[in-house]
């Protein structure tokens, strides 16, 4: 009896010796279902670099359930090159956390979505893939480009997406009247435009936790591309009071939003050339001799840049000044 009981008990321990550890590793806890903070933690481990704070752990915890389903994840509706590449080490993390990276992958169970806010302009290309939503929104096809890339930030490496929202649509007016681009008029404005004249292009920026995003406006109605995917025509105004996602449609698939835009909107109104000028003080003036000298020029009815200017004086009997500068009457168009 007492050699039965040592035998089973043997058998249990060596059982549980055996199978248990094995088991432990070939069945890990899901990771989507571990607190944020276990979930953090194991990525940690596995090399992803996840700054504190509430932007990544969102992403990051959003991600992960897909990659669980598909381990072939990528993350295509992202336009900032910089969060598709870490959206990739997330997924490597997540697949190695798995130990499935040798292994033959499972169909991805992907469940069917419906876009929400935005309808497929147009049907699938490969091309598609090739540039992202600012490329498309200038109306270009041949990358995947950051505000700045053409005049203040040409290296990726110097990008910081976390820059402020106004910060990043300087850059893009800045790249608006770079050479590449070469539009002279550039007006840039958080107001959404009523109306534009002929000759004239409308484009807008928002920001989020984790990426950027443009619109366009053409034809009277707003288009988009989220990073690698189908362009999408937008079925409302752009506006504050609605986040855009980066719901996507990739090889006729609608796919679900990972990530949103919340910023303010920044609306740039460009144009090869100037519109109309009005002649005006530009506000520019000093004193010398016994003369007061006004600078004045022509001035964009559209984006209130001078394109001329020049220098005008009259008799002054200061300093101090005896007629108020800013009084002075404009002067008759020479
Ligand atoms: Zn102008
Ligand atoms: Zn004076």
Not at 172 to 195: E, G, Y
Not at 205 to 228: L, T
Request: net charge neutral; aromatic share 14%.
């Amino acid at each position: 009896m007492k050699k039965r009981i040592f035998a089973l008990v043997f058998a249990i321990t060596l059982m549980a010796l055996s199978v248990f550890p094995v088991r432990a590793l070939e069945n890990p806890p899901i990771l989507s279902e571990l607190s944020v903070e276990e979930q953090l933690e194991i990525l940690r481990e596995q090399g992803v670099e996840i700054s504190p704070g509430p932007e990544d752990a969102e992403y990051v915890t959003g991600l992960i359930p897909l990659i669980e389903a598909d381990p072939d994840y990528y993350p295509y509706s992202i336009s900032n090159p910089g969060t598709r590449e870490f959206a990739v080490q997330i997924r490597d993390a997540v697949n190695r956390y798995y130990q499935r990276g040798d292994r033959p992958r499972p169909q991805a169970l992907a469940a069917r979505y419906t876009l929400q806010d935005s309808t497929a302009a147009g049907s699938w290309r490969e091309d598609f893939l090739y540039y992202n939503c600012y490329a498309y929104a200038l109306g270009r096809t041949d990358g995947h480009y950051w505000p700045g890339k053409f005049s203040t930030v040409p290296n990726y490496s110097d990008f910081n997406l976390q820059d402020s929202i106004y910060n990043l649509a300087c850059d893009v007016k800045a790249d608006l009247k770079s050479a590449s681009l070469s539009n002279r008029c550039v007006s840039m404005t958080t107001v959404r435009p009523a109306s534009l004249s002929s000759g004239q292009s409308c484009i807008c920026i928002r920001r989020g936790p984790k990426d950027f995003h443009f619109m366009k406006f053409d034809s009277s109605s707003w288009y988009h591309k989220p990073g690698a995917t189908n362009p999408l025509r937008y079925k409302y105004t752009p506006s504050v009071s609605r986040n855009w996602t980066d719901e996507a449609v990739l090889r006729g698939e609608a796919i679900a939003a990972t990530t949103y835009y919340d910023s303010t909107i920044y609306y740039f109104i460009y144009s090869k050339n100037h519109g109309s000028t009005t002649y005006t003080w530009t506000g520019n003036h000093y004193h010398s001799g016994s003369r007061h000298y006004y600078e004045y020029g022509y001035k964009c009815k559209n984006c209130g840049e001078f394109t001329s200017t020049t220098w005008t004086n009259e008799a002054c009997s200061g300093p101090p000044c005896s007629t108020p500068w800013s009084l002075t009457p404009v002067p008759e168009v020479p």
